[in-house]
């Protein structure tokens, strides 16, 4: 592993820097900001415009850190930047490893960052009342907070993996293009045949990839019942290991292809 | 004896059918600057990408400080400075900012030793500037500071000097013979600029058809090359007359705006007075050794036929 510390701290400059993250960054947020502006979530409410807010957030961090993860190393490979880089001293897992956590937390910071502008607004702007289903309570106001919080940890897992399944692709690439189209068909393509067909696709990624978000949604639309569930611990565990799982096979199969990878550009 | 510091066994590459490189075999010794020489294609950069571990050999082995390169391996790399095919940096960074974040990958250097080497290779006013906004030869001139950066004992070149202007040239050629002479480090430069690696190296390796066709001092590749002798002299015919009498009708051609006459069977103080008696005007009668370019084209010349 060596170089790994300071391939990161670059890897970390270089998404400050340029232009792909902001976009991707500002895109996100904005996104976020938009899905408030235009909510029609009423008193008591904050739920309601929390979840749509974060369906628009997960939908476009899928979607756009996708294509920052096809062009990480394709991207540096076709600027011969990365040929810069394995000119040095590094091994080939730590390049792939620092690629992987400089961008799983570039994603991260976007989610926390969406997720706390979407509770602020609720608050500010609507305040939390009772979830209810017709006249039943699913959530209390007063168990907003906790529940609020695991929003944070379920879906983080599932949303990387898009960006890691690109990095993959990636790491076999010379062609930034290229690769974006193949991670893009590769993540969000079964997610738009879901979305056409009206299946939900769960079992895209993992079998519950995609539920906290989506179960979130099905709560403040007052039809999902199934509150308990989400609070088990059981639920909470296979939510953010059933994803991890799959990063890291994700990562594996990326060290294993870079460490194949002849460097030509 | 002195040190190897990098060699190469039996090197050859293959895509598919198509060979690249083929049984290539050189030594670099400590205090060298050795001159890879050869014609587009010919397989220079890719045995530098093999010697580098960017890419897999298809047979045959490198040692670099007595260490055997795996592909891929990071070790080799240790205390190896170089460039391939022109310069790569991320161009969102300045020029400073490249050299830091690329050097901590081997070891790192304090900004005030990143600030004089890129003042040292011409870049003190553009170091804050980010790279993207450098010309191709500003950029060849931070690849360079890259190379060096943090103190290598052997250093890989691939043509250093493409894309600079005469005073980078020079700038350049100076500075690779001042680390040299004061540091003692080794170069492996490739080149196809023949007078520049005339210039410039102590050891040269002609690679000819994907394989080394010659390797050696240049003092003994240039003693090889036949001298001549350079003659102006008036009037032509006469001047003419007289040299094919003395040298034989085969051995002289018309060239440089008078003759060349290969020197091996002809005393130059007799052709001379020859001349003079015969009524010609001489300017010019001088030794003229060949140049690396002739010996270059003579010997993949020789090689192809």
Known sequence: ?265 | MTEVLLSTDGLEKRFGKLVVVRDLSMTVRAGDVYGLLGLNGAGKTTTLRMVLGLVRPTAGEVVIMGRRVRFGAAASRREVGAFIEGPAFFGQLSALENLLSLSRLTDPIARGVAQELLVEVGLGEAMNRPVRTFSFGMKQRLGIALALAPDPRLIILDEPTNGLDPKGIRDVRDLILRLNAERGLTFVISSHLLHEVENLCTQVGIVHEHTLAREGPLDALMKEGASELRIVAEPVEVAQRVIEAHAGPDDYRVDEGGFLVQARNVDPASLNRALIEAGASVSVLSPRRPSLEELFLARTEEVAS
């Open chain 1, 1 to 265: 592993m060596s170089g790994f510390w300071s391939l990161l701290r670059l890897d970390l400059a270089l998404l400050r820097r340029r232009r792909l993250p902001r976009w991707i960054a500002g895109g996100a947020l904005g996104s976020v900001v938009l899905s408030i502006a235009f909510s029609s979530a009423g008193d008591g409410e904050g739920a309601r415009l929390v979840a749509s807010a974060l369906r628009f957030l997960v939908a476009v961090i899928i979607g756009l850190t996708t294509v920052l993860g096809a062009v990480s190393i394709s991207g540096d490979a076709a600027s011969g930047a990365l040929r810069g880089v394995m000119l040095r001293p590094v091994g080939r897992p730590a390049v792939v490893l620092a690629h992987a956590t400089a961008t799983s937390l570039f994603v991260m910071a976007i989610y926390v960052t969406g997720l706390i502008i979407a509770l602020v607004a609720g608050s500010t702007l609507c305040g939390y009342g009772d979830v209810l289903y017709e006249e039943y309570v699913v959530i209390g106001a007063d168990e907003m907070a906790g529940f609020m919080f695991r929003l944070v940890l379920l879906p983080l897992p599932a949303l990387l993996i898009p960006p890691l399944l690109a990095l993959c692709i990636s790491t076999r690439m010379d062609d930034g293009a290229t690769a974006v189209v193949l991670a893009l068909v590769a993540t969000v393509g079964p997610l738009l045949f879901g979305f056409v067909s009206g299946d939900v696709p769960e079992w895209v990624f993992t079998e519950r990839a995609m539920h906290p978000a989506t179960v979130l949604g099905k709560l403040a639309q007052g039809y999902q019942l199934d509150a308990d569930r989400v609070d088990s611990v059981e639920y909470i565990a296979a939510c953010v290991w059933q994803p991890a799982l799959w990063l890291i096979s994700f990562a594996g199969l990326g060290i294993l292809l870079f460490h194949r990878r002849e460097i030509h550009t």
